[in-house]
Nanobody, 124 residues
Framework: QVQLVESGGGLVQAGDSLRLSCVAS????????MGWFRQAPGKEREFVAA????????YYADSVKGRFTISRDNAKTTMYLQMNSLKPEDTAVYYC?????????????????WGQGTQVTVSS
């Protein structure tokens, strides 16, 4: 088992930045592939970014590429999502997730554990 707790969400204006954090506890953090997903009202949950066990490989949705940066600190059992140049369409609840095995880092079904989510609202 692993428990995930997100933080760092909030209300910002378009063009601002936010950094989300996801703190993990339980099983060894470095054994999990980690990802960020988001869900806007009335929409399905969508992939945002993922990072490999040691942080050497990262993946991004086209909609956030060049604006968001995912990273992890295994010593602190924490994953981050630095979000720059935020747009109103980035408004959503952001979830962190952990996968024991990797069979498609962009697919929500490969992730075994999920946090409770943190709200990000970007006003125009």
């Amino acid at each position: 088992q692993v428990q995930l707790v997100e933080s760092g969400g909030g209300l910002v204006q378009a063009g601002d930045s936010l950094r989300l954090s996801c703190v993990a506890s339980g099983r060894t953090f470095s054994s999990f592939y980690m990802g960020w997903f988001r869900q806007a009202p009335g929409k399905e949950r969508e992939f945002v970014a993922a990072v490999s066990w040691g942080g050497g490989a990262t993946y991004y949705a086209d909609s956030v590429k060049g604006r968001f940066t995912i990273s992890r600190d295994n010593a602190k059992t924490t994953m981050y999502l630095q979000m720059n140049s935020l747009k109103p369409e980035d408004t959503a609840v952001y979830y962190c997730a952990a996968a024991s095995t990797v069979g498609g880092a962009t697919k929500s079904y490969v992730y075994d554990y999920w946090g409770q989510g943190t709200q990000v609202t970007v006003s125009s």
